[in-house]
């Protein structure tokens, strides 16, 4: 897969273009079933399939007092776009320049004249353009004016709701990580790099791996099962995201327990895969009583995980 950093980089025209285009945080089954028409159209036409994207995200750039939280860091997007079999990834600049643009701007002056698009599918609920002023039927009626096809692809629905990235940001930051995966085909995961802690865990018998976060958007404090990805290989694990009120810490963080492993990670990456919540975060009374508390969550990790 290519991925070229902006139209204006462009440097050569595709052959029967068929994109889609939009900001795609979290690739969510909705965003997965509009990649899939869009790689077998562009089969059927034996043509380029694109995605045409932005950076940052539009809201953070036009609303940055409202600081939207990424689902899925840049380099992540990338890859799970790849994984859809994309051939092509353009992703724009988003600037307050380019928000600016009108509905007829951006379809004449890029799609058209840039990319040379031949068809475009895009989501139930599109909007283009400056203040979002293109709708649909605008994108339909650009379409017969400048011979290229637009299709419409309808929502995925999950227990009458339909998936979105909001859905996706809301279920993540209550902690319900099963439905998390239901909605985006995938456990939900966060990346980082393993830095020194307090070393409690070390001390308790359990030694955890405490993670600087590359991702904006994490679960809600509490205890979770996770897999845990390092090098080549998928380990099981138990994850605490909070302030440990036992210690009465301050700070929020990310310690991931590694079952069965004795490796010094230190400045190492991990990328950690939630597939279950066990529990609030609670204060223990002493060490003695936090430690047999971890012993039960590490127990429940392994029974979980075994049925995976």
């Known amino acids: 897969m290519n991925i070229v950093m902006g139209t204006k980089n462009l440097t050569r025209r595709f052959t029967h273009p068929v994109m889609t285009a939009g900001n795609f945080d979290g690739i969510h089954l909705g965003h997965q079933k509009i990649f899939k028409e869009v790689v077998q159209r562009a089969s059927e036409l034996k043509g380029d399939s694109i995605v045409y994207t932005f950076e940052p995200h539009p809201l953070n750039v036009l609303a940055p007092e409202k600081k939207v939280p990424l689902i899925v860091p840049f380099s ?20 307050p320049e380019y928000a600016n643009l009108s509905p007829r701007e ?44 637009v299709q419409v692809v309808s929502a995925v629905r999950i227990d009458e709701c339909v998936v979105s990235s909001t859905m996706v940001r809301d279920l993540v930051q209550r902690g319900e990580v099963k439905k998390v995966a239901n909605v985006l ?23 955890t791996a405490n993670l600087k976060l590359v991702n904006e958007l994490f679960p809600k404090p509490g205890i979770y099962v996770v897999n845990v990805a390092y090098g080549d290989h998928i380990y099981k694990g138990v994850a605490n995201i909070g302030f440990k009120p036992t210690f009465k810490d301050q700070t929020l963080s990310v310690e991931i327990y590694i079952l069965d492993f004795d490796k010094d990670i230190y400045d190492e990456d991990l990328r950690v895969s939630f597939v279950e919540r066990l529990r609030d975060e609670k204060a223990f009374r002493g060490p003695d009583e936090l430690v047999e508390q971890i012993k039960k969550d590490v127990e429940k990790a392994r029974d979980v995980l075994k049925e995976k």
Do not use: N, Q, W
């Open 76 to 95: 992540e997007k990338m890859s799970l776009i790849e994984e859809c079999c994309l051939d092509i990834i353009i992703c724009e600049d988003f600037t």
């Open 106 to 149: 951006f379809v004449k002056g890029i799609l058209v004249d840039r990319i040379g698009v031949r068809a475009i599918f895009v989501g139930h609920d599109y909007a283009f353009g400056r203040e979002r002023e293109g709708t649909i039927e605008t994108l339909i009626r650009f379409g017969k004016e400048f011979d290229f096809e």
């Open 185 to 207: 085909g995938r456990d939900y995961s966060i990346a980082g790099k393993v830095v020194k802690g307090k070393s409690r865990g070390k001390g308790l018998g359990f030694p």
